[in-house]
């Protein structure tokens, strides 16, 4: 029985990846209006043990004897550096596989040099910064009081300082919120002191916490990347479809029911990495 993996996920992003949950539903420092993970009704601020190691350990090694994924992904219900033990699970990945392994933050732990210590054998982390504007930040990741933005970039500044993986940024774009070129400037101004690999500029592809949280347009995307372009920040990347698998994975439907509980997929997206009989 797996209770703590899940997948693999079609990702736009990565590929075929292999889900690590390391939290229980669901625990997260954030309320985040766009989270396809629904709302978060209790803010969880301590890191703690969520969960079983040596039950995570052994069910990441049985599905590997199938299935080999690109990415081993911590993500899931909620905030993955919230868990005191993702450091021992990435050491014990990199040990005994050939895989890859992302770590999925929303970053705001990240000036805890703790924290850092603790992912930096990952190969690559994506934090996400929505805004370097503390009214809109909150607008949109809808942190506890005592947080702001100025926490979150610092963060950044101290991964970027001590941690030698990729870095992808992930900014998820709401029209109307943090779209505008005013807003891009002060973005192209924090992100110019920072080193990061990649920008990913995303938007919505399953539904939100928040209904009223909309796609960003095609021409919105383009703007905000060719504003960059035009400030020296050239490694910007608009998140596209994932690409369909030439061969296709057998489905586990204890491993899929795990990845739908937490997020929903269409049948689309499953048909495109799975072997799905019609």
């Known amino acids: 029985m797996f209770k ?3 997948g693999p996920v079609p990702s736009r992003r990565l590929g075929v990846s292999l889900g690590v949950d390391m939290v229980v539903p669901k625990s997260c420092n954030m309320n985040c209006v766009f989270c396809e993970c629904g709302a978060t009704k209790k803010l969880t601020l301590k890191r703690e043990s969520f969960k079983d190691v040596d039950e995570i350990k052994n069910e990441i090694q049985e599905v590997l004897k199938s299935v080999k994924p690109d990415y ?3 993500s899931g219900s909620g905030e993955p550096t919230l868990s005191k033990d993702i450091g021992e699970v990435i050491e014990w990945i990199k040990k005994n596989t050939d895989v890859k ?5 929303n970053g705001l732990l990240l000036k805890d040099d703790k924290v850092v210590e603790d992912i930096k054998n990952a190969d690559l982390i994506i934090p996400t910064l929505n805004s370097v504007d503390n009214l809109i930040f909150k607008k949109i990741n809808r ?8 926490q979150l970039m610092e963060g950044l500044k101290n991964l970027s300082e001590k941690y030698s993986g990729e ?13 505008s070129d005013e807003h891009t400037q002060k973005m192209i101004e924090f992100l110019k002191n920072i080193k990061f690999s990649k920008l990913q500029l995303n ?3 399953r539904p939100g916490t928040e209904m009223w949280v909309k796609p960003a347009s095609q021409e919105t995307l383009k703007r905000i990347k060719e504003r960059y372009n035009r400030n020296g920040i050239m490694n910007v990347e608009i ?9 296709k994975i057998e489905l586990n439907a204890e491993l899929v029911k795990n990845m739908e509980e ?4 269409s049948e689309k997206e499953l048909e495109k990495i799975y072997k799905i009989e019609k």
Request: net charge negative; hydrophobic share 40%.
């Open 72 to 74: 081993i992904t911590f």
């Open 167 to 179: 870095i992808y940024v992930e900014t998820f774009i709401i029209e109307g919120l943090n779209d």
């Open 203 to 205: 938007t919505l592809d």
């Open 262 to 265: 937490k997020r929903k997929y």
């Open 143 to 150: 942190p506890s009081v005592e947080s702001d933005v100025s």
């Open 4 to 6: 703590h993996v899940f």
């Open 101 to 105: 392994v992302c770590v999925i933050t």
């Open 239 to 247: 998140v596209g479809e994932m690409k369909e698998l030439e061969k």
